[in-house]
């Protein structure tokens, strides 16, 4: 079993920084990635990270990349948004997401089978 719980979320200004958090317990995971739903739109996958033998993989979203990492804290199971330059686009809930295997490419909702709850992120 696993459980994830996002937070972090609030309302920041456009052009400014904001950090979420994801805390991973349960089983351990060879797949996290943060995804997000702007209202109206459909979930789209902004990043993740795939344990594969001794290297960690990371695929970012082309709207993200350059703007956002995911840096992970192994010791006490988090994985981070790091979210910068931040502009209207970005608001939207953003969703952790895992799984046990290490199949995760190209930031497909299918390929992760445990959700977190969602954290809501503002910028104006």
């Known amino acids: 079993h696993v459980q994830l719980v996002e937070s972090g979320g609030g309302s920041v200004e456009a052009g400014g920084s904001l950090r979420l958090t994801c805390a991973l317990s349960?089983?351990?995971?060879?797949?996290m990635g943060w995804f997000r739903q702007a209202p109206g739109k459909e979930r789209e996958g902004i990043a993740s990270m795939r344990i594969e033998g001794d290297s960690t993989n990371y695929d970012y979203a082309d709207s993200v990349k350059g703007r956002f990492t995911i840096p992970r804290d192994i010791a006490s199971k988090r994985l981070y948004l790091q979210m910068n330059r931040l502009n209207s686009d970005d608001t939207a809930m953003y969703y952790c997401?895992?799984?046990?295997?290490?199949?995760?490419?190209?930031?497909?909702?299918?390929?992760?089978?445990?959700w977190g709850q969602g954290t809501q992120v503002t910028v104006s």
């Open positions: 349960g089983r351990t995971v060879k797949c």
């Open positions: 997401a895992a799984d046990l295997g290490s199949w995760c490419f190209d930031l497909q909702e299918r390929d992760f089978n445990y």
